[in-house]
């Protein structure tokens, strides 16, 4: 048994059956949304029944995910990722209150291993024995982790620029790695092309209709760790638009199944050397490719693969698009660390810039509830993170001129 009923192309809107699409529309090539029958979940699931299932994984959800009963699970803890609240913050930026949510938690340590773990499943389920992906790097470490967990193999097309942490991650999961040299979008063409060629399961975001559901567990899930009180307003990073495009999705859901009586704001924050999806919002509704520059490698992103997605999210929601510079994110790398003790990779702590925007542009509410969603690790990157700090006191270890170098640590 499965709640999955069929696909409906968020382009031309046309709808298909379970086994009638894989990945884009079949007519269009628009990206699909997954459908559901949702009075099916009603009667299987509950605030009662989520309460004593013990289960503290994205699989918990289950039944709003497109898998079959009978479909073996990858065995890495995936989800239930702590929220923390960060009163000291909410103080000063005007808000009643703010949470944190470290995604950095998460097997590989980013979000993408709620997609990666459901990525491994549809795979299984198409009979398939390799899975590929193209991925700035994280999408490429949860997927390689997640296929080592149950014995399949992955090809990972990832920019030979990639931060050197996740390319040891990717190596060490044994992925066979593909270092393109050139950017994230020319590396998901070449994979696209590469997988339909040799018959592998493609994963690669907004291509893969399922990687979107596999995003919207983190807000089935927050809306559960907050008592299904969901927050005013969620920010986080966008590059291809898969995760503000899954949240939302998610929110809805729940809306849907009378489980919560608001639906969040969705933000979405780019870089500004990266920020077709943003732009878009901000004029014509139209994406316009340009060439991409950012240090947030994760949301470096200048043909966003998921946008439409992403821009119904921010518009339907009441959202808005922010853009906040690469020195802006560099500073929020230390500001989320030293006021929150949480690490985070570029791309989370833009989540953070473009809400310091959003308080000095607009003012929040003061009666808001803002979650912030703080998508990957620090040391996934820790070139960008060693860039906001200056260099420590280096001294020789003998004791008389050491302490005395010390005389300004004393205060
Ligand atoms: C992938 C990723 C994002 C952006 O997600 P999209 O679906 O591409 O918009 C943000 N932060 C991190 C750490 C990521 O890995
Ligand atoms: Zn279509």
């Known amino acids: 048994m499965t709640n999955f009923s069929g696909f409906k192309c968020l382009e031309c809107t046309r709808l298909f059956g379970v ?11 628009g990206n699909l949304d997954v459908l559901y029958d949702y009075e099916n979940i009603g009667n299987q699931i509950s ?24 479909s073996p699970l990858p065995p890495l803890t995936v989800g239930w990722t702590p929220i923390y609240d960060c009163p000291r913050l909410a103080d000063t930026y005007g808000v009643k209150q703010l949470l944190v949510k470290d995604e950095g938690r998460n097997p590989t340590a ?78 998901f063409d070449l994979c696209l092309a ?64 009378h489980l919560i009586d608001h639906l969040p704001k969705m933000m979405g924050v780019q870089a500004e050397g990266a920020a077709a999806v943003v732009d878009a919002v901000a004029g014509d509704g ?21 946008a439409t997605r992403a821009i119904r999210a921010i518009q339907e929601s009441g959202g808005s698009g922010i853009k906040v510079s690469d020195d802006e994110i560099i500073r929020s790398i230390a500001k989320v660390a030293r006021s929150t003790g949480v690490f985070v990779e570029p791309a989370a702590a833009a989540a953070f810039a473009g809400f310091v925007k959003h308080s000095e542009n607009e003012n929040f509410d003061p009666q808001e509830r803002v979650l912030l969603m ?38």
């Open 19 to 29: 086994t009638e699409a894989q990945y884009v529309c079949p007519v269009c090539s």
């Open 47 to 70: 605030r009662a029944s989520l309460a004593v299932d013990p289960d503290l994984t994205i699989w918990r959800y289950r039944a709003l995910l497109p898998i079959q009963d009978a």
């Open 110 to 187: 980013s979000f993408k291993d709620r997609p990666g773990a459901l990525a491994v499943v549809k795979a299984w389920e198409a009979g398939a024995r390799v899975v590929t992906t193209a991925s700035s790097g994280n999408a490429g470490c949860a997927l390689a982790a997640m296929c080592a967990s149950v014995g399949m193999r992955s090809v990972v097309f990832v920019p030979s620029s990639a931060p050197p942490p996740k390319i040891a991650q990717l190596q060490i999961y044994g992925a066979q790695v593909v270092l393109v040299e050139g950017s994230y979008d020319e590396a």
């Open 286 to 306: 139209i994406v316009r490719q340009r060439p991409a520059h950012t240090i947030a490698d994760s949301i470096n992103v200048a043909r966003p693969r998921d």
């Open 194 to 257: 590469a997988g339909s060629h040799y018959g592998w399961y493609q994963r690669s975001t907004g291509y893969n209709p399922f990687m979107a559901e596999g995003k919207k567990t983190a807000a089935l899930e927050l809306a559960e760790q907050m008592n299904w009180n969901v927050p005013d307003r969620v920010f986080v990073g966008v590059g291809d638009g898969n995760i503000i495009g899954g949240l939302w999705k998610g929110f809805n859901d729940l809306s849907r199944l």
């Open 374 to 411: 703080l998508t990957g690790h620090g040391l996934k990157d820790t070139q960008a993170a060693r860039r906001a700090v200056s260099e420590p006191l280096r001294i020789g270890p003998d004791i008389e001129p050491g302490i005395s170098a010390l005389a300004d640590f004393a205060q």
